[in-house]
């Protein structure tokens, strides 16, 4: 099976603090992504990449920031963390383009 | 851009009643289409997919069929049951291209089945 790790489950972090949440697959797929989850808003693609070392943005990337040094971590990083930011992130891995995309369980970001 | 609508809940049904989650959708090219759920406190875990026209998917008595003539992809089951509370997101992935792309997905219906 699939598995994807997300580093923590809930978080507290104050206003400017930097912000890292990892993500680990553990099936060598090429493509990782981050997701936030508001209520009423659905899923928003923040950034994805498909190789180490390669990202893209996708619809909502302002704020964010990612990177991926090897191919199963792909972590999101919340430069100055501003209470907006306050949501459900959740990241996923698919094995390409088109294919089923695998989620990890979520990060609770609480920014006071 | 590509886009997911869905019926926005909730949606409550008593057990053994017949479900149906309405989705439709815009996209440039011949997506492939998703179903996901997430149950309470859980990240999102895929239900079923189809990859082309006329296409049904099915999983754990859900199934939904690819209508490419009504850019549609509606989620139904039988009979459900108490367990199958949880949000149901309709998704899909366009990829004219090459590269990764992520998922459109719909704002989600969150189904409440009582006893």
């Known amino acids: 099976d699939v598995k994807v790790t997300q580093s923590s489950r809930y978080l507290v972090k104050r206003t400017g603090e930097k912000v890292f949440l990892e993500c680990v697959q553990d099936?060598?797929?090429?493509?990782m992504f981050w997701y936030r989850q508001d209520p009423g808003l659905g899923l928003r693609l923040i950034y994805f990449?498909?190789?180490?070392?390669?990202?893209e943005k996708g619809d909502i990337p302002e704020g964010y920031s990612v990177s991926r040094e090897k191919k199963e971590r792909f972590s999101l990083i919340l430069e100055s963390a501003s209470t907006n930011q306050t949501s459900m992130y959740l990241c996923?891995?698919?094995?390409?383009?088109?294919?089923?995309?695998?989620f990890g369980p979520g990060t609770r970001l609480l920014v006071l | 851009g590509d886009s997911v609508t869905q019926m926005e809940g909730p949606v409550t049904l008593s057990e053994e009643a017949f479900l149906t989650i309405n989705c439709t959708y815009t996209?440039?090219?011949?997506?492939?289409l998703f179903w996901y759920v997430q149950y309470p406190g859980e990240g999102l875990q895929l239900l079923l997919k189809?990859?082309?026209?006329?296409d049904k998917g099915s999983n754990k008595g859900f199934e939904a069929t690819y209508r490419k003539e009504t850019t549609s992809f509606h989620l139904e089951k039988g009979s459900v049951q108490v367990s199958d509370s949880a949000v149901y997101f309709c998704?899909?992935?366009?990829?004219?291209?090459?590269?990764?792309?992520?998922?459109?997905f719909g704002k989600g219906t969150h189904l409440i089945i009582q006893p």
């Open positions: 996923a891995s698919s094995p390409g383009q088109g294919k089923t995309q695998y």
């Open positions: 996209a440039t090219g011949y997506p492939s």
């Open positions: 189809a990859t082309k026209a006329d």
């Open positions: 990449s498909y190789d180490v070392k390669m990202k």
């Open positions: 099936m060598d797929h090429e493509n």
């Open positions: 998704a899909l992935s366009d990829t004219p291209g090459g590269g990764a792309d992520g998922l459109t």
